[in-house]
């Protein structure tokens, strides 16, 4: 649409700390920031096996935009 989308990269939290509400925190406080920037929206990726995750975004009233695959191939070398 032409309009600066904000990007969240990563969240995580360290496993001992987990179901503490530190990730609801953390991208709350990355949305008021990206909306003080001047976004409207926003985005993140998240794997499709991650259900912890996905359950959180749902829960903050993110949506499925879109879902794509990601290759992975592991490379031969004389090194190994």
């Not at 309009?3 to 953390?26: C, D, M, S």
């Not at 998240?46 to 879109?66: F, I």
């Amino acid at each position: 649409g032409g309009k600066p989308v904000g990007y969240i990269g990563t969240v995580g939290v360290v496993p001992p700390y987990r179901g503490r509400g530190i990730a609801r925190a953390l991208v709350s406080q990355t949305l008021q920031y990206l909306a003080g920037e001047g976004m409207s929206s926003a985005t993140l990726f998240v794997e499709d096996r991650n259900t912890a995750a996905r359950n959180l975004y749902d829960k903050l009233g993110w949506y499925s935009a879109y879902r794509t695959d990601h290759y992975w191939k592991r490379l031969e070398s004389d090194h190994d």
